[in-house]
C-alpha cells in the first residue's frame, strides 16, 4: 500500500479513473495493526485496484471530510466520488473485508 502524506496527494490520488482503495489508519491503533497482519492475501487478490494508506492524525482534514469516525476504515473512490465506505466496527475479520470488496467490485 502506498502512503498519502498530503491533502492534495490525496485529491490527485481519488481522481483516478480506475477504483482506488484507501485504508485510513493510525500508528496508536490496535485493530489497524491487526488489519496489517491479514491484509496482504486480500490486496493481492483485489490486486486490480490500487492501495493506499491515510494516516488519519496526519490528514485529520481528509478523514472528517470523508466521515471516517473509526479505524481502520477502508473507502473506495473513482473519478473523485466515494463509492464505498468500510466502517471500523465492520473491518475486523478478513472475512468482513472480503465481502465488503466482494459487494463492491461485484
Same mark, same amino acid.
Not at 485510513?24 to 490500487?50: H, L, R, V
Not at 473519478?79 to 475486523?92: P, Q, R, T
Given at each position: @500500500? ?5 491533502? &492534495? ?7 483516478? &479513473? ?12 490496535? %485493530? ?7 491484509? &496482504? ?15 488519519? &492524525? ?8 470523508? %466521515?471516517? @469516525?473509526?479505524?481502520?476504515?477502508? =473507502?473506495?473512490? /473513482?473519478?473523485?466520488?466515494? =463509492?464505498? $465506505?468500510? $466502517?471500523?466496527?465492520?473491518? /475486523? ?7 465488503? =470488496? ?5
Amino acid at each position: @500500500m502506498q502512503p498519502i502524506n498530503s491533502t &492534495d496527494n490525496f485529491k490527485e490520488t481519488i481522481q483516478s &479513473d480506475n477504483p482506488v482503495i484507501v485504508k485510513f489508519e493510525a500508528g496508536w491503533c490496535p %485493530d489497524c495493526k491487526a488489519m496489517d497482519m491479514w491484509i &496482504d492475501p486480500i490486496t493481492e487478490k483485489y490486486n486490480d485496484y490500487q492501495w493506499f494508506t491515510v494516516n488519519r &492524525d496526519e490528514l485529520e482534514d481528509v478523514a472528517s471530510d470523508n %466521515d471516517v @469516525m473509526g479505524i481502520p476504515s477502508l =473507502l473506495v473512490f /473513482k473519478n473523485g466520488e466515494k =463509492l464505498a $465506505h468500510l $466502517h471500523s466496527a465492520n473491518a /475486523k475479520s478478513p472475512e468482513q473485508v472480503e465481502s465488503f =470488496l466482494a459487494e463492491t467490485f461485484k
